[in-house]
């Protein structure tokens, strides 16, 4: 290791690591210290970080920039915190982007290394941030996600741009296995870095009818009953181990976790007990009133188990995950976002289910790379030997065909997905707004240098959906074109940097135009946003849909109703029903109410919340450029009650700290209205209405008590 800079060598030794594993070493050898561009693909757990954060304090040793892009906000957050500890004891200067997509941020200009999400960092390119101009290395952290379909075409288009806009950097690419690993190195001109090593040796294999028979000829008896999830808890659990179980639906997760809590209780010291209350009355208060799914996790927790999904909200999740972490829960019932989410690894992990359902598809087995996904979190690196990650079978003849499919099949290709029009039309008006491309042929020079097009040969039908979506920006007024240059208009420009796909900002353009003679109220700017193509919408019922006619035929709208034989009309009835949902939040319906009649839950309802501020956030700055005083105003005030959940009377109240929808509510129903009210209170009273903490904390803030 002596060739390495000695910040790594001293992280290194902190960790106890006195050698580097092999895909390091052969990244070394392959020229990671030379600039050389690279795709590490190996297993989870090999050790592909490592081989980028050497590649990373190289170029601050040079006094260069680094970038690091990662597909989530929770892994930007967790590798900032990560590298901070390593590193920033050592001077480097370690930043993170994740927030304001409308923002060049200006805090990260002075750090050495900036990590942030894919679409943060085309963000920054949007608002030409300064930190970009120095920056000589990039590291892609999980290109396999080049085939989804939602993320992939940003990042392709993202990684596009940038090979362009700093030739000259080192690009280092980290992915799963994969079976055309080495298509992804000739498109990145890279060196191909390829492993099949892990850190802690994993074993997988199928459970049927008592027997655990795993590759390697490595087979384990367990006590047999019906109840094939509680065979192989008890004999972790007995064992002093954890796992985790990866399960098809939050249906499925919740309710394996309440039939193991059943038990899982008699494997726990009275210590863990106790730790384990604590943090369920964490859980149970992490939200201003308690849902039933937040009782039902308490209670899980209490004995041991829990469920993660993306209807916990995110506090939520990040009780559970530290109390994992903490080794106090002893299993995690959680549906497969966690295998792409948070480092969180087990023992044992079990994928029951093999199968999903799609309105699309129907029934159908999910792919291997997925499954080696969430395989790959069993073993814990330096606590473990080995880990164990098994599939549960219900017959030989099964059990046989997990083994051939799962087992020792390869994982998929990965294939490009940037045909996707909504993606282009996006792509393709950032690409004229920064100048990257002025002419259609340019741009048609440009998606050569995709992905796709190494893959497909043929650009016939990009190079068809490119001249259309160029056609319908200039008649949406996002472009102009004199001969065969063009350029982006004001609006164009502000439409690119607000990250919108040009057909919703079109939409939105078209209802602030239509409330110049239809007022705006906040059910039918709720509604347009909806309809605009920017947000998710709620699915409909049969019997849902004379209710939701009715409130739309007695609310004028920002919108023309589509004729029910149009393909748009599905999506009209959606939106109303969306816009019913997000009234009933800015009305103060309890988040239980959220639940019990739309079915959304509190991380689904936080996420659904931030897309209707961006989109509220963007209409007020269309509506800026377009001069519309009146809708702006309106927006306004709609911003601050999306975010709090509020009528307008409880603005004062909800601006002092710790004080929520809930509490505001009970202190303006005690004839309480302005913040001075509150201060002014008796603390007696103060402590009956809010609790006595938080009347303390603004008591001693305000330094009046």
């Known amino acids: 290791m002596h060739n390495l800079p000695e910040i790594i060598i001293k992280a290194l030794e902190s960790k106890g690591i006195s050698e580097l594993r092999p895909p390091q070493q052969s990244a070394l050898d392959k020229g990671l210290m030379d600039g050389k561009n690279l795709v590490i693909s190996s297993p989870t757990g090999s050790g592909k970080t490592l081989a980028a954060e050497i590649a990373m304090i190289n170029h601050f040793e040079k006094k260069e920039k680094t970038l690091y892009i990662v597909p989530l906000k929770s892994l930007a957050s967790e590798k900032y915190k990560s590298f901070k500890e390593d590193y920033g004891k050592c001077g480097v200067g370690i930043g993170l982007s994740i927030g304001d997509l409308d923002s060049p941020d200006y805090r990260i200009k002075d750090c050495d290394v900036v990590i942030c999400t894919a679409e943060k960092a085309d963000s920054l390119i949007r608002h030409d941030s300064a930190f970009l101009k120095s920056v000589s290395c990039v590291i892609i952290d999980e290109i396999h996600l080049i085939d989804d379909y939602s993320r992939g075409p940003g990042l392709e288009v993202l990684i596009t741009i940038m090979r362009k806009l700093i030739p000259k950097a080192q690009f280092i690419a980290l992915s799963a296995t994969i079976s055309n690993d080495s298509e992804l190195s000739n498109w990145l001109s890279a060196e191909l870095v390829k492993s099949d090593y892990r850190a802690v040796k994993l074993y997988e294999g199928v459970y049927l009818n008592g027997l655990l028979e795993f590759n390697d000829n490595k087979n384990i008896e367990i006590p047999c009953s019906s109840f094939p ?10 064992n002093k181990k954890q796992l985790i179980f990866f399960l098809s639906s939050r249906r499925n997760a919740q309710s394996l976790a309440n039939r193991l809590s059943v038990f899982s209780d008699k494997c726990l010291s009275n210590k863990e007990k106790g730790e384990l209350d604590i943090l369920a009355d964490k859980v149970l208060h992490s939200l201003e009133q308690a849902t039933e799914q937040c009782k039902s996790l308490a209670e899980c927790i209490r004995k041991g188990v829990a469920f993660h999904h993306a209807g916990l909200a995110q506090k939520q999740k990040d009780f559970v995950e530290k109390g994992f972490r903490d080794r106090i829960i002893k299993s995690i ?22 199968k999903r359902f799609s309105a699309l598809q129907g029934s159908y087995y999910i792919p291997v790379l997925e499954v ?60 004229i707004s920064g100048n990257f491309c002025k002419k259609i042929s340019e741009l048609k020079d440009f998606f050569k240098e995709t992905f796709f097009a190494m893959q497909y040969k043929d650009l016939n039908e990009i190079n068809g959906i490119i001249g259309k979506i160029a056609d319908e920006l200039i008649v949406w007024g996002f472009i102009e074109k004199k001969g065969e240059l063009m350029a982006c208009t004001s609006i164009g420009r502000r439409v690119c940097e607000l990250c919108l796909d040009p057909l919703v900002a079109y939409n939105i353009i078209n209802s602030i135009i239509r409330s110049r ?74 988040e239980q109410t959220m639940i019990d009649e739309f079915k959304v839950y509190p991380g689904d309802l936080r996420n659904l919340l931030s897309s209707l501020d961006w989109l509220v956030y963007s209409m007020q700055e269309i509506g800026k450029i377009m001069d519309e005083k009146r809708i702006m105003g ?72």
């Open 634 to 705: 309106f927006l306004r005030v709609m911003r601050s009650r999306i975010k709090y959940g509020i009528k307008e009377e409880l603005f004062s109240l909800v601006s002092m700290k710790g004080i929520g929808r809930v509490r505001a509510r009970k202190l303006f129903s005690n004839g309480i209205r302005s913040e001075k009210d509150v201060l002014s209170m008796e603390y007696i009273k103060l402590s009956e209405l809010i609790g006595p903490g938080i009347a303390k904390k603004i008591r001693e803030s305000k330094k009046t008590f």
């Open 333 to 354: 019932c959680a549906t497969p976002t966690l295998a792409a989410g948070v480092n969180l690894p087990a023992f044992r992990v079990i994928v029951r289910d093999l």
């Open 229 to 238: 999830e509680k065979d192989l808890a008890l004999d972790t659990f007995n």
């Open 517 to 590: 003679s239809v007022a705006p109220s906040s059910f039918n700017i709720l509604q347009s946003l909806c309809y605009s193509g920017g947000i998710n919408l709620l699915g409909i019922k049969n019997n849902e849909v004379m209710e939701i006619l009715s409130i739309a035929e007695n609310n004028y709208l920002l919108i023309n109703e589509p004729d029910s034989f149009d393909f748009e009309y599905d999506n009209f009835l959606k939106s109303v029903k969306t816009a019913m949902m997000f009234e009933s939040w800015i009305n103060e319906k309890s």
């Open 372 to 431: 080696k996904q969430m395989f790959g979190r069993a073993g814990r690196p330096g606590m473990e030997e080995w880990g164990e990650a098994i599939t549960l079978a219900k017959s030989d003849s099964e059990k046989q065909e997990i083994f051939d499919e799962y087992i020792y099949g390869e994982a998929e290709n990965v294939y490009s997905k940037l045909s996707s029009e909504p993606h282009l039309r996006t792509h393709v008006l950032s690409l």
